[in-house]
């Protein structure tokens, strides 16, 4: 039995738990997210929902918002959840590009500056969404992303408990920072994707309760299969590779925090003694310019570099399952520390040997030797040296690859997500 004092009502109220931990109690969940597509935010949003299914009391509801048209409102509804869409005017959404540098943070600083400054479309849009959100009644509003967490200030005590999803590293954004740190001050808690995440964000939000709940995905869609390497060759437009070719790659958006210019010189560095190929997978979903890699700037430093013959470059897949199967090795290789690194996870639930740029929260995910092996950050020497190791011993490879799996059952199975999420919601509640 857990007791609360509810200072709305100034009284104290019991909650019944059974052994498995789920509440009698129903619970009216709604979710707030920014954009319609499908993002690693997304995908981890679509798996939470998945795991609550299970793990709600009966009578439980949920729902899902989209601040904008897109996939993942079909996705939700494949899951039996309710989705709608409440698009943010155009001309808020634009706001602040060119000042900022553009990206998702710039826009979110536009939207809250829009909303403070009181145009007309702002005002409106402010008052749909408060209406919107009261009249769903809920228990607890999840939000996914800067710009639901900043319009969530909008919302009035009695909305429901708000409690913020944080899926990035904030604390080198200062102008964003202050934005979320003056919109949090009704915001009940947030929940961190790993510990590095809430490690920074406990330094921006300091009067935020913060929860960790690493990420997960469902290990019953990626898991072990024989590679079919020959598909590779297929999307990269390449001819067929000779038997026993060593295939690896790095499976990435075309951020240029991400690494693919590290990977290239990490290529350009490395003596091979036996058949080998590399491919570059992966694409520019933000269209955002300046902060994302072209593939002609890729494919143009390949060629500089003399390395054309041995790479292939593949665009973005919404579902790189068979990528992964494909993959001998997958190289995670981004520059800067990464908030969690999801195609990290997914390669090792499909049983693949992982290198991993060694910091943020990509330093969580693996046991050094044992499930993957780490790198520096940024370093092209290192990155060259592990690839080296493991392009020369399969043996290696077939271990890393087995205990990934292992790992990937163990820590990430989204099974977990339900139950965990749902202990934090009625934790605030």
């Not at 590095?196 to 935020?208: E, G, I, Q, S």
Request: glycine share 10%.
């Amino acid at each position: 039995m857990l007791v609360f004092f509810r200072e709305d009502s100034c009284e104290f109220v019991s909650l019944r738990v059974n052994p498995k931990g789920k509440s009698g109690a129903v619970l009216r969940i709604l979710f707030l997210n920014p954009v319609g597509f499908l993002g690693g935010a997304e995908r981890v949003l679509l798996d939470v929902m998945a795991s609550l299914r299970s793990a709600l009391p009966a009578g439980s509801s949920m729902r899902l918002i989209c601040l904008a048209e897109g996939p993942l409102i079909g996705e939700a509804r494949s899951l039996g959840i309710e989705a709608d869409v409440l698009p943010l005017p155009a001309r808020i959404t634009n706001l602040g590009e060119s000042g900022l540098g553009g990206g998702k943070f710039s826009k979110a600083a536009g939207l809250a500056a829009a909303l403070a400054i009181g145009s007309p479309a702002a005002l409106q849009y402010a008052r749909r969404f408060r209406q919107t959100v009261l009249a769903a009644e809920a228990d607890i509003i999840h939000s996914n992303g800067v710009k639901s967490h900043l319009l969530s200030h909008l919302l009035p005590r009695k909305a429901g408990r708000v409690v913020w999803h944080v899926h990035d590293l904030l604390g080198g954004r200062a102008l964003l920072s202050n934005l979320l740190k003056h919109a949090a001050r009704h915001v009940s808690g947030a929940i961190a994707i790993s510990q590095a995440v809430a490690d920074d964000l406990k330094n921006v939000l300091p009067a935020t309760p913060v929860f960790t709940v690493l990420n997960a995905i469902d290990t019953d869609h990626f898991f072990p299969a024989p590679a079919d390497g020959s598909l590779l060759d297929q999307l990269a437009g390449l001819p067929p590779a000779p038997d026993g070719t060593v295939r690896v790659g790095l499976v990435a958006t075309y951020a240029r925090w991400k690494g693919q210019d590290v990977f290239l010189d990490a290529i350009a560095r490395l003596p091979v003694n036996r058949p080998v190929r590399f491919y570059v997978i992966g694409g520019s979903i933000y269209h955002t310019a300046g902060s994302q890699f072209s593939r002609e700037e890729l494919t143009g430093r390949a060629a500089t570099l003399g390395i054309t013959d041995k790479m292939g470059f593949i665009g973005f897949q919404s579902d790189p399952l068979s990528v992964y199967r494909a993959l001998d090795v997958m190289v995670h290789a981004s520059s800067k520390p990464e908030p969690f690194g999801r195609t990290i996870v997914e390669a090792m639930a499909c049983g693949r040997a992982v290198i991993v740029s060694n910091s943020g929260g990509a330093a969580e995910l693996f046991k050094e030797n044992v499930d993957g092996i780490g790198v520096r950050p940024g370093n092209a020497d290192d990155l060259a040296s592990a690839m080296a190791r493991l392009i020369e011993d399969a043996a290696a490879r077939s271990a890393l690859g087995k205990a990934a799996r292992e790992t990937a059952l163990r820590r990430f199975n989204r099974s977990r997500l339900g139950s965990e999420f749902l202990s934090i919601y009625q934790r605030l509640i």
